[in-house]
């Protein structure tokens, strides 16, 4: 399955009943459409910094002081995007986890599954998870704890839906009493 990264997005976001199909893409494919998003969710997160530094907010006020008294103003911005750079993989690759472990508990007697599909599945079923976590900083905290809530649900809801489209797992055979004459 040859898909572009605009093409995996678009179908995560209107058809996640194909989700179930994306369990076959490779883990390499997998990985650059999450950094891809990693990617921009840092620089979302990264722009929020730099305004809110420009703007003299109160929490940075000791730590720009003790920065322009050493004079090392140079290295605040790279160290501050590497740092949120590697935290946010750390979180989403948890968040990823985590759903695809839900996933996995709520499938596992109904459905043939592997924690490697559903990890997958997962990582296509946070999409809009994603979009929504790129406008999170520019908003007010209980709209962005709002939007987390809602991208929460709509992820589980996906992977709900994509779990229906996994085959099942075949019936028990009964066994048969045999009777044996002693």
């Not at 995007?81 to 989403?92: E, H, K, M």
């Amino acid at each position: 399955m040859q898909l572009s990264l605009s093409q995996l997005c678009k179908y995560s976001i209107f058809y996640p009943k194909r989700l179930a199909a994306f369990r076959m893409l490779t883990i390499g494919k997998t990985m650059q459409y999450v950094f891809f998003f990693i990617t921009f969710i840092t620089i979302a997160t990264f722009l929020h910094f730099v305004l809110t530094l420009q703007h003299g907010s109160n929490q940075f006020e000791a730590v720009l002081s003790y920065i322009d008294a050493q004079q090392m103003t140079w290295i605040l911005y790279p160290f501050a995007f590497i740092a949120l750079f590697v935290s946010n993989t750390l979180l989403i690759m948890c968040q990823i986890s985590l759903y695809a472990a839900i996933g996995y508990g709520i499938g596992y007697f109904h459905y043939r599954i592997e924690y490697r599909h559903l990890w997958r599945t997962a990582a296509f079923a946070m999409t809009i998870y994603y979009i929504l976590h790129l406008i999170s900083p520019f908003l007010t905290t209980s709209y962005s704890n709002m939007l987390q809530l809602v991208g929460i649900a709509i992820t589980i809801t996906y992977i709900l839906i994509a779990l229906r489209k996994y085959p099942k797992k075949p019936l028990p055979a009964k066994k048969k009493e045999s009777f044996s004459s002693q």
